[in-house]
């Protein structure tokens, strides 16, 4: 996990040091107007994953708690007639 924080922060001071540089900024401004555009299309695109995962999640707990708390003929009304 060091590693991958590491090599973030020199991404990080990368970009910004292009940014800051002359010759260089009228090429990277582009591009990085390109990446950071991008890079909200696929946050709003995994948002929907994210809140369905969520739901997913919460309706599993409350399921499991449901039937935590009720007997099984409560689920199943012909329980009682197979007995």
Known sequence: MITVLFWATIAI???LLLGILPGVKEVFR???DILSKGTIEVLKFAGGYI???AKTII????DLVTHSCHKR???DPAEKMRK
């Open 51 to 53: 809140l369905w995962l």
């Open 13 to 15: 001071f990368a970009m």
């Open 30 to 32: 582009p591009l990085m």
């Open 73 to 75: 003929s409560y689920f």
């Open 59 to 62: 309706h599993a707990h409350i």
